[in-house]
């Protein structure tokens, strides 16, 4: 069974960081791309960050450019998005996702709130 696990969530001030983390299982991780999603209140979900965890290779909306990193450890099947210079605009739940076959997997997401 897929599953994917967000944690790492919380409450900052802006300016402040945070590290998310995506813990995966069900499937081989090392061939497969993770995806970063979030969605605030009354707003569609957009992507955020992708890695492909055989390379290492990272893609990221120009919205968070220069301030979050996806990094990939493939020993624990886990994947992290470390948060920084957050902005009150970044307040969504971030879910992690990978799509196998037709099939999207998602978490359960994990609350992020940045007070100004």
């Known amino acids: 069974e897929v599953q994917l696990v967000e944690s790492g969530g919380g409450l900052v001030q802006a300016g402040g960081s945070l590290t998310l983390s995506c813990a995966a299982s069900g499937f081989t991780f090392a061939v497969r791309a993770i995806n970063w999603f979030r969605q605030a209140p009354g707003k569609e979900r957009e992507g955020v960050s992708c890695?492909?965890?055989?390379?290492?290779?990272?893609y990221y909306a120009d919205s968070v450019e220069g301030r979050f990193t996806a990094s990939s450890d493939n020993a624990k099947n886990t994947v992290y998005l470390q948060m920084n210079s957050l902005k009150p605009e970044d307040t969504a739940v971030y879910y992690c996702?990978?799509?196998?076959?037709?099939?999207?997997?998602w978490g359960q997401g994990t609350q992020v709130t940045v007070s100004s």
């Open positions: 996702n990978t799509r196998i076959g037709a099939t999207d997997y």
């Open positions: 890695i492909a965890s055989n390379d290492g290779s990272t």
